[in-house]
C-alpha cells in the first residue's frame, strides 16, 4: 500500500535490470487501472460521441425535409442562434429561469436549514414533509401545478381565495388566469417549490456536519446569533452552497418537464432545450438546433466552472490521501 | 405567514445584535431562547406544511370523483372514492410501469457495476491524476442531454433501436455513471488507510481487504447512490418522450400523453401522478439520511 503512493515511472533506479522491473511496474499500473477503464470508456463512447457528432453537425445546413440541400454551411447556424429574436429569447429565457430558481431555491433552503437545524418537536416530520416536493416525478409535480394549483377554474389557487372571499360573505373573489399573467414566475415557482428541498437537504447536512464547539465557546465570549451565523456558520456553509449552486445549475439549464408541460414554451417561456426539441421533432432543422446544443453546453460549462473552484478546494482537504 | 404573531411573543429583537447592555448576558441568553423557540418551531411548521400542501392536495384530489375534484372553492371534505385510480388503471399503465422499472433497476445496477470498480481505482488504490479523471466525469454532466439528443435519436433510427427499452437503460447508465463515480469515490475514501495498511501487514489479500474492511464501511454509500441514479432514472422524461414510443414508453412518457389523449379529468391525472411518484416517494422518505448523505456526496466534510 505504501508503495502506491509514491509516483511510478517506469525504468527508475540505474541499478535495476531494466525490462523485468519497468514490465512488472507496467503490469502493476495497469492493474491499477483497470477497474477504472470500463466506466470511463463507456462515459467516452455513450456520452462525448454524441456530442461530437452535434459539434459537426451544427457547422451543417441540415433540414431532413430538404434532404437535397444538406451540406458544410460554416456559422450560419451560430449566427441564426445570436441574431434570431426568437433563439435569443430563448438563450435569455433559459439564463433567467436557471439564475432565478437557483438563487431562490439557495435562498430558502438555507433559511429552511437553519429553521431545521434546530431541536424541536416534531422535527423529523417537518423534514419529511420538506422532502416530498423533491420526491414527486418532475413531470407530475408539473402537471399538478398546472392543473391542479394554477387553473383558473378550479386550481387550489383561485379556490382558496374563493373561499377566503365566501368566508366573508363576498361573491366576488379576485380570479387571476395565473399562467397568462405571469407565465414565467409560474414555470419558477413550480421548480422552486422542488429545488428548495434540494438545496435544504445540502444546506442541512452541511450544518450538522458543524462542529458544536466553536459555536460554544463563541457564545460564551458573548457573541450574537447573528455573529455566528455571519463568522461561523455562513463561511462553513459556502462550499454546501456552492456545491448546491453548481448542482442546481447543472439540473434547471437542462429543464425541459416544467417548460413542456406548463407552458408548453408559449408567452415567451420557451428556454434553450424546450427550444432544441420543438426544432428538431418539429422544425427538423437539425443544423439549427445542433448550434443550440453547443451554445447551452458551453454556457453550462461557464457556470460550472465558476462553481467548480470551490469544488477543487473540496478536492484540496482529501488529495493528501 | 401571520403566525408569525401567534402567542403574543415580543419582537424578535433576540436574534438580532441588541443595543442594549444586558445585565446578564447568559442570563438574558436563556431567555430569549426560551422566548423565540416556539415561533421558530411554529414557523418550521407553517413552512413544511406549506410545501408539502401541493403533494397533499394531489393525493387527496385522486380520491375525488371527477366532479368534486374540479370545484371552486374546492371541496375538502368531499366523499372518498378510487374512481380515479379506477380509471387510471383502465388506461393500462402496467407496461409503461414495467418499462420504467426495468430502466431504472437495470440501468441502476450496471451503474454500480461500472462506478464501483472506478471508484476502487480513484480513492483505495488511486491511479495517477486521479483528480483529473473525477473532473473528467463531472464534466461530462456540464453537458446537457439535450445536446446529445439529435445524434442519439439519428443513431436510433439508422440502427432500429427506436422504442427500444434497452437503449433507454445505455443512456440512463451513461447518464447517471459520472455522479455515481463522483459519490462513491468521495464514500469510498470514507475507509481509514490505517486499517487497509493493518490488514495488509496481517497478510490480507485484496478481496478479504475488500470484502471485511471496504464493504461495510462502503455499503451506506452505494445505497445512498443506487438511490439517487433509481430516482433520475425513474423521472426522466425528455429522452424518454423522444427515444421511445409505444412500446418502450417509460412512466413519465405515459402521463404526457394521459393528459392529451383524454382531455383533462383531473382526479384522474392526480391518481396517475401519484401512482407514478409513489416509488420514488416511498424510496425517499424510507432513505432520508442516505439520501442526504448521498446528496451532499460525502465530499464536503
Redesign the interface.
Known sequence: MSASTAPSHPRVGPDRPQGSAGSARRAADWARRAPLLPALLFTIVVTQLPFVATIVISFMNWNSYYPQDRGFGGVDNYVSVFTNAQLRQAVVNTVVLTVTVVLVSLVLGMLIALLLDRKFAGRGAVRTMMIAPFLVVPIAAALLWKHALFNPNYGLFNGTINAVWKLFGSDSAPQVDWLSTAPKIAIEVSLIWQWTPFMMLILLAGLQSKPADAEEAARMDGATSFQIFRYLTFPHLRQYLELGGLLGAIYIVQNFDAVFTITAGGLGTANLPYTIYQTVFSAHDYGLASAMGVVVVIATIIIATFALRVVSSMFKQEVGR | MSTLSVGGTAPTG?????TNVPTS?REQ?ARSMNRS?PL??V???V???L??L??L??VL?SLHSETD??????SIAAALTLDGYRSFLSAQPVAPLLNSAMASVISTVLVLC??I??A????I????KW?D???????????????????????ATKTGTLDNIWLLI??Y??MN??IA?WMMQSFL?EVP?EM??AA?IDGAGLIRMLWSIVRPVAMPGVAATALICF?FS??E??LAR?LTATVAGT??VF??GF?TSQG?F?AQ??A???V??LP??VA??AA?DK???G???G???
Open positions: 433576540a436574534t438580532i445584535p441588541g448576558r441568553r423557540k421558530w418551531t414557523l418550521a411548521w413552512v413544511g406544511v410545501f408539502v401541493p403533494v392536495w394531489m384530489t375534484a374540479a370545484t371552486n372553492p374546492p461500472l462506478a470498480p472506478a476502487f481505482a480513484l480513492s488504490r488511486p491511479v495517477q483528480t479523471v473525477m473532473f473528467f466525469f463531472l464534466s461530462t454532466k456540464f453537458m446537457p442531454l439535450v445536446a446529445g439528443l439529435l445524434p442519439l435519436y439519428l443513431f445505455v443512456l447508465t451513461s455513471l459520472p463515480v475514501a488507510g487497509l495498511e495488509s430516482i425513474w423521472n422524461l425528455l423522444t412512466a413519465p402521463l404526457t393528459v383533462l383531473l391525472l392526480c396517475a401522478a401519484t407514478i411518484s420514488v416517494l425517499g422518505f432520508q439520501l442526504v448523505q446528496l451532499s456526496m465530499a464536503v466534510k
